[in-house]
């Protein structure tokens, strides 16, 4: 099907991942509606893709519209749709993006996290059933999976989230299973469950921008690469993993991007259905890897002090892709070494965020 001028939503737009992705989908064609409550992003980067694409020869100015809202405010979002039907562009799909994604906040605060992610998604789920708009693509995590005993996670592994934040990601895929049965399965829905997105685009224009000091690991050692902190502490040295140190599976933001576009493309062009999806490389780097690779990369130098294991960590999260390559035919083609060359162009560009 030709999706080329079809009007999406995109929740969450000016965060990292919606920031690349909004772009992502602007380079297809499409017309992208972006709605964030900017409590951990800033609209400047809408300029910045919108320059993104003219820098690369896209006409896209005037594609992307940005609203400024929050999704627990069900009205707004019914304005968001009406406006678009008054137009003749009606949301026909929708990338749900929006949430707050602290761990240790969410600790603090889980009431603020059930209300913002759950409360806000029901809100979303509820004006698309009232516009008839039947495709959604969900960004889950692979913190629902909690502690594995599998080297390399497959999708049917059961949920075990250990924190607030990962209990409300798998609440939303568990109402989304039911809202499917409720549709007499006439749904297209899929759980995205990323690994670890890290980098940038490779233009350093658009990148991670958070509003406060991050807690993950990638964000925090580009800041001590560019001197806003004094060096980076190690949570653990005494992991079983090859080095002691925790493994993860990082995977590039923009082939995290292109995979939003891949499954709704598929959602679009096969039967209803609810698709859950890894979204990671399968290869699994070190702490101290990382930190090595980037150094070497980059030619800098990131000071780090061990400290003790980090409440709530796994030692070892890795996926098992293979499922995600085989249905959407999707290839992650950049490696650690591009994830840290991309991040820093970033960090260089724009050392203080947008
Ligand atoms: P981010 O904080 O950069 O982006 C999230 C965006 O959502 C922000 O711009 C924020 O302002 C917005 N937002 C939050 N609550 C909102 C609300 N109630 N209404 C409207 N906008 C709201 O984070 P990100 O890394 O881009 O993450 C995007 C999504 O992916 C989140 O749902 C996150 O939980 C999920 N996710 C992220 C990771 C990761 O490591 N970055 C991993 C797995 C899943
Ligand atoms: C990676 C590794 C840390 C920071 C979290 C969420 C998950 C997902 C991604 C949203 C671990 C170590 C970290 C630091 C360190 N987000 N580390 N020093 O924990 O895999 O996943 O973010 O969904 O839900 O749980 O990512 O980047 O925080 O940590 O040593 O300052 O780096 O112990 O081994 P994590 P992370």
């Not at 989304?176 to 469950?193: A, G, H, Q, T, V």
């Not at 891949?262 to 702490?287: D, E, F, M, R």
């Not at 970033?346 to 203080?352: D, E, G, L, R």
Request: with cysteine.
């Amino acid at each position: 099907m030709d999706c080329e001028k079809d009007t999406i939503l995109i929740t969450g737009g000016t965060g990292f991942i919606g920031s690349h992705v909004c772009y992502f989908f602007l380079k297809k064609g499409f017309n992208v509606v972006s709605l964030d409550s900017l409590v951990n992003s800033s609209k400047k980067v809408n300029k910045n893709i919108d320059n993104l694409l003219l820098s690369e020869g896209y006409e896209a100015t005037g594609n992307l519209k940005f609203v400024k809202g929050d999704i627990r405010n069900k009205d707004l979002l019914r304005c968001v749709f009406n406006d678009q039907l008054k137009k003749n562009k009606p949301i026909s799909s929708v990338i749900h993006l929006a949430g707050l994604k602290s761990v240790k906040q969410s600790k603090l605060n889980a009431l603020d996290y059930w209300s913002n992610n759950v409360c806000g998604s029901i809100n979303i789920f509820n004006v698309m059933k009232e516009f008839k708009c039947n495709s959604i693509v969900f960004s889950s995590s692979a913190t629902i999976y909690g502690i594995s005993e599998n080297p390399l996670i497959k999708e049917n592994e059961e949920f075990k989230p250990q924190n607030p934040y990962g209990k409300t990601k798998a609440t939303i895929e568990k109402i989304l299973e039911d809202i499917f049965e409720e549709s007499y399965k006439s749904m297209r829905i899929s759980n995205l469950r990323y690994f670890n997105p890290i980098g940038a685009h490779p233009s350093g224009m658009i990148g991670e921008s958070p509003n406060t000091t991050p807690e993950n690991l990638f964000p925090y050692i580009l800041q001590v690469a560019c001197g806003r902190q004094k060096e980076l502490n190690i949570y653990g040295n005494n992991w079983p993993t090859h080095d002691g140190t925790g493994v993860r599976d990082y995977i590039h933001i923009m082939d995290l991007a292109e995979s939003h576009y891949l499954a709704l493309i598929h959602l679009i062009n096969n039967k209803p259905q609810i698709l859950n999806l890894n979204i990671g490389t399968g290869i699994g780097t070190s702490v101290k890897e990382l930190v090595n690779i980037f150094e070497s990369v980059n030619k800098c130098n990131i000071p780090f002090v061990y400290k003790d294991r980090r409440d709530g960590d796994v030692s070892i999260c890795v996926a098992d892709n293979s499922y995600s390559k085989k249905v959407l035919g999707w290839i992650p083609r950049r490696n650690i070494q591009d994830m840290c060359k991309d991040g820093w162009k970033w960090m260089s560009k724009f050392p203080n965020g947008f």
